[in-house]
């Protein structure tokens, strides 16, 4: 048998501490040491999957350039999260939304352990074990110390070829969506299933509207405000335990521990020649120590899926709103 290659070594090892930390944060989680949605997590175990990707072929590719260091890290990375996916670890929703932060701190982790080997090549076995436990000392602090709870609001408008009191009509009740009638979008595309329908228990403030996903995700709006052709805005009722474990990954489950949307709604503004802005907003609160990492990822998912359905809409009113003139 060929011994392995440095290369191999590397891209081995740093597949096997990455499942190795996966694994022993989330049993952790349980005794509040570590947890996966962590900065140590996210940000840091990349860092050491780089460094250790590169320290073991430094010495054999000594004139490795930086730009070289920056990009050879990420072969670990694509065959730890390839490892997760296909051993059920991971779901493509969380893998998508780490991919960037890995791949971009696991670049820093091998430049990193570049310029450890030029400046101190004999302490490099030091070096590597000291990033490599990095993880595991912050990781506990983090979790009891550091809460950067926050929320924002999101909101899209479109512009709808129809009078508003057409484009109200399609607000409260949404009748069965197709799969050819919703528009393409980046969610689908990671995993987040597409709404199917809409019910209301009845009109005005208190009513119950139920919205139905893809994968049996059932959730409630409860109405708070209701002015007819002009606003209709909810609180989101949503219990975790009724959203099935398949249907969206643990770690971005709706109203779980780390991401929840808390209110949301449409306003109707009209216009003239028979248009109407219709806009859709969502408060998220985001209990993620992730800063502006995770609200970039919040603003791309709840936007495309802002769009896609205010698309639908315009399209259902539009189509109504012909047969209405044709008719009259």
């Given at each position: 048998m060929?011994?392995?290659s440095p290369k191999s070594i590397g891209i081995l090892m740093g597949v096997f501490y990455g499942i190795s930390m996966r694994i022993f944060l989330e049993i952790s989680g349980t005794f509040n040491f570590g947890s996966l949605v962590t900065i140590s997590f996210m940000f840091l175990v990349p860092v050491a999957i780089g460094?250790?990707?590169?320290?073991?072929?430094y010495n054999q590719l000594s004139p490795m350039t930086y730009g070289r260091m920056?990009?050879?890290a990420w072969q670990p990375i694509f065959v730890f999260l390839f490892v997760s996916v296909v051993t059920l670890l991971e779901g493509s929703i969380c893998v998508a939304m780490a991919l960037p932060a890995f791949m971009f701190f696991a670049s820093?982790?091998?430049m990193l352990a570049g310029l450890c080997h030029r400046l101190w090549a004999k302490k490099s076995n030091k070096a590597v074990m000291s990033v490599a436990l990095l993880p595991l000392i912050l990781s506990p602090l983090e979790l009891n110390f550091l809460h950067l709870s926050k929320t924002y609001e999101v909101k899209n408008t479109i512009v709808i070829n129809a009078p508003v009191d057409v484009v109200?009509?399609?607000?409260?009740n949404v009748s069965q969506i197709h799969e050819g009638e919703y528009p393409s979008s980046f969610s689908q595309l990671i995993g987040i299933p597409r709404p199917i329908r809409a019910d209301m228990?009845?009109?005005g403030v208190g009513a119950i509207r139920t919205s139905q996903w893809q994968k049996n995700v059932v959730f409630k709006e409860v109405i708070t405000e209701w002015l007819p052709n002009e606003k209709m805005l909810y609180n989101f009722e949503i219990d975790p335990e009724l959203i099935p474990d398949h249907a969206l990954d643990q770690h971005v489950k709706l109203g779980g521990e780390y991401f929840s949307p808390l209110q949301g709604g449409y306003e109707l503004v009209a216009s003239g020649d028979n248009q109407t802005l219709l806009s859709l907003k969502t408060t998220v609160l985001d209990n993620t120590n992730f800063g502006i990492y995770s609200r970039v990822w919040g603003e791309v998912i709840f936007q495309d899926f802002h769009r896609a359905l205010l698309k639908l809409m315009k399209v259902r009113a539009e189509n109504d709103n012909k047969l209405v003139v044709k008719t009259g």
């Open positions: 060929w011994p392995l460094f250790i990707r590169i320290h073991f072929e920056a990009v050879v820093i982790g091998g109200w009509q399609q607000l409260a228990s009845g009109d």
